[in-house]
């Protein structure tokens, strides 16, 4: 039993997975902002604080893949980061150019 907990603290989580969750994380948030009554200003400030908050988990999280988009790699290994790995720095994006609005 020890060495199950042990290697859920040793193994690594793939950053693709942590970008997606938090993806999905953001989105909620997001609705969230936009389904708050305007009239409640108390609603509107704290779901937008967490809507932030989701922002910036997710611009951490997405940083690592931002690197190594711009580092010059292997055309195999670039073909397969290309396919997968950093398509999905599309929708932190887009996030991020909600933040303002």
Do not use: N, Y
């Amino acid at each position: 039993m020890l060495g199950i907990a042990a290697s859920w603290l040793v193994l690594p989580i793939p950053t693709s997975g942590t970008v997606r969750s938090r993806t999905a994380a953001a989105l909620a948030a997001l609705g969230e902002a936009l389904s708050a009554d305007p009239h409640d200003t108390r609603a509107v400030r704290v779901a937008r604080a967490r809507f932030l908050f989701r922002l910036d988990q997710l611009t951490l999280a997405a940083a690592p893949l931002r690197v190594a988009q711009s580092l010059p790699v292997p055309s195999a290994l670039a073909a397969r980061w290309r396919k997968g790995g950093l398509a999905i720095l599309a929708a932190p994006a887009a996030l991020g150019r909600c933040a303002a609005p």
